[in-house]
């Protein structure tokens, strides 16, 4: 899962998350507002001199509390679904699922530090804010872990709805979420965040 993974368990966790300290007010009050978002999504991945090495594009939900259905559709189909218990990561052409416990995938990673059993959020980031050209808020969240994942995440807002998702990982890579035909705060069936398996399809556990 690596790069897609930390994006977006890193993101859905901000969604449940209490934020305590002064300096992440406006942040909080972004996320507070949001109790579930769903829409498309393009996706870029730029290398350190600006090259795209990559574009995908598909559909997402995502809901409190750490509740996502993140399906890439093109060129390659991938879908990554969780229920807050479970995390089902579908392949179609390699005709295979991994399934992990959610809170024990998250053991090793820094988006464990977004869950609510842990400390305030600007003990484990370094949090900015900047107005784009476009004038919408961007929040940037930056690890004091030297050993993350990734070096910086950043959030943007159009007033309270979130526009566009960047992890800038630790190769000097960007990935890039453009997120369009949004639906914020409407209700999402529960099914859609559990994983059925198809027949035929051989299942991993992790």
Do not use: C
């Not at 995390?87 to 390699?94: S, V």
């Not at 295979?96 to 980031?125: C, G, H, K, W, Y």
Request: charged share 30%; aromatic share 8%; glycine share 4%.
């Amino acid at each position: 899962m690596n790069r897609l993974y930390a994006l977006i368990t890193s993101t859905l966790l901000l969604l449940s998350t209490p934020l305590h300290a002064d300096s992440t007010a406006e942040l909080r009050s972004r996320l507070d507002a949001m109790t579930s978002l769903q829409g498309e999504f393009t996706q870029v991945l730029i290398d350190m001199d600006g090259e795209v090495l990559e574009e995908s594009s598909g559909d997402f939900a995502m809901a409190r509390p750490g509740k996502f259905d993140w399906h890439t559709r093109e060129p390659f189909e991938q879908r990554l679904v969780s229920d807050h218990e479970s995390i089902w990561l579908y392949d179609p052409d390699l005709m295979q699922v991994t399934v992990r416990e959610f809170d024990e995938e998250l053991q090793d990673t820094p988006a464990l530090i977004l869950s609510d059993e842990l400390t305030a959020l600007n003990e484990q980031f370094e949090i900015t804010d900047t107005v784009t050209d476009e004038g919408w808020d961007a929040f940037r969240l930056e690890p004091k872990d030297d050993d993350s994942l990734f070096a910086a995440l950043v959030l943007t807002f159009d007033g309270n709805l979130l526009r566009e998702i960047r992890m800038d990982d630790n190769l000097d890579q960007i990935t890039r979420f453009t997120l369009s035909d949004l639906k914020r705060n409407e209700s999402i069936d529960d099914g859609r965040f559990t994983f059925e398996v198809p027949d035929g399809v051989d299942v991993l556990v992790d």
